[in-house]
């Protein structure tokens, strides 16, 4: 495996990152009784965090990992939204948030009792077209600018429009990787490359009976879709990647899974800064996998820097 790219390669990396921006809030408290009114724990939250997530996540893993991202995306005017400009300028991301008045910014709001999540309250509606509009005209003024660009698909509307996203960067020559959702994979067609998950995948091509079978399976959808690569993430089984040159495997490395939301954020932020700083597929997987490794061992939506793999 190639060694990790050097700090000024990937300084002079350039990642836009596009699709659904929300925000993930936490509450954190104790848990001493169980409410007298129904039976449920009693939460005394002591402390709250906010933090960037979907695609924002994406973004701020490409910044920790040292490179440049810029953010395209829809929020509110409202709290939250204001929440996500301010991160934004703290994570030194490059934001180009299009504001909804008429829409509520996608909030994740979980609370913690003791580091163990009791619940999440979640926020969302789907986006207009004026907001989608303004989004591809963003879009459209700044791919030519950018390395890669990165679609974060988390099904939440604000890539509605993803076929023409991908054929405005393919007319740009600026590959796509994207984070896919639900089953019609043909949006995505002439993207450089996909990271379904495995019940994603299982989604796209159907239930597998074999490691040849879903070979077979993930290389005739690699070949329809035009792409370069197909990632499969496994969770405890690792990833897998198919390749005009055949299968590629990295088998999972994480010693304590603690928390695997936003993990594969930080897959995807990875393997697009490795890719842009010079490595093949195969070696941008092998060290996304490790950071995906690290990342779970950690509480919440959290990012991984160069310094820890390297």
Known sequence: MSPFPTQERIAAVKILVVGDVMLDRYWFGAVNRISPEAPVPIVKVT????????AANVARNCVALGAQASLIGLIGNDEAGSS?????????????????????TILKLRILGRQQQLLRVDFEQAPSA???????????????QHHIVVLSDYAKGALSSVEKLIQIARDQGVPVLVDP??????????????TPNRVEMEQAVGK??????LTARAQELRQSLKLEALLITRSEQGMTMYTAQGRAHAAAEAQEVFDVSGAGDTVLATLAVTRAAGLSWIDAMHWANKAGSVVVGKLGTSTVTAEELR
Do not use: M
């Not at 402390?47 to 979907?54: A, T």
């Not at 400009?85 to 934001?95: K, N």
């Not at 597998?208 to 079978?213: I, K, L």
């Open 208 to 213: 597998w009976s074999s490691e040849d079978d």
């Open 181 to 194: 959702k639900g089953d019609q994979y043909t949006r995505y067609t002439g993207a450089a490359s996909i």
């Open 130 to 144: 004026v907001a989608l509009a303004q989004l591809e005209t963003h879009f459209t003024a700044l791919v030519a």
């Open 84 to 104: 996500v400009q301010q991160l934004c300028q703290t994570e030194q991301v490059d934001s180009y948030l299009c504001v909804d008045s008429n829409l509520p």
């Open 47 to 54: 402390r709250k965090e906010d933090r960037l997530g979907g």
